[in-house]
């Protein structure tokens, strides 16, 4: 069975932030209020999407049983300075994979991630990078992802 995937409009902003809210909530194993972080985000959302090829896109499959969504996937891409491994020095990151949970197992966000890696690969990018959560990892893995290992840091300055 095929699925409709469709690109995802300014009008889904909401919904990908409630997706959101499902996937976070899932990779930390508590909930997620909305809040100033989701208001900000859906308008960032509202703002980038229409922009096409800015630098973000999103994937996502329709509810099929009435409105929203039931699946989505979405990255950006950005150009740092090239490598022997990357020339081109384009690099794509995926983020904010979810499936609500009535619509899990169906290859929903197989289907938005296959069209995610389609975009990037549209655009060049030949190193993409995601965080699994330990449910995704064997969906990621049968899409050609390897695990890495390495020394990542993060710098949190005080607001």
């Not at 300014?10 to 919904?15: G, K, L, P, Q």
Request: one cysteine or more.
């Amino acid at each position: 069975m095929k699925l409709d995937v469709r690109r995802a409009v300014a009008d889904d902003a909401e919904e990908l932030i409630r997706l959101r809210i499902v996937m976070l909530e899932a990779m930390d194993g508590a909930p997620v209020p909305p809040g100033e972080w989701s208001r900000r985000s859906a308008a960032s959302l509202r703002r980038r999407l229409p922009a096409g090829d800015a630098g973000l896109a999103a994937f996502v499959v329709d509810r099929p049983d009435g409105d929203g969504l039931a699946a989505c996937a979405t990255g950006t891409m950005e150009e740092r300075l090239g490598s022997p491994a990357n020339p081109e020095g384009l690099v794509g990151y995926v983020f904010n994979v979810a499936t609500d949970p009535r619509y899990r197992r169906r290859g929903y966000s197989t289907a938005c991630l296959t069209a995610l890696l389609g975009w990037f690969a549209e655009h060049g990018v030949r190193q993409i990078r995601l965080r699994p959560s330990e449910e995704g990892l064997p969906v990621y893995e049968r899409l050609g992802f390897v695990l890495e290992h390495g020394p990542w840091m993060v710098l949190r300055p005080p607001a």
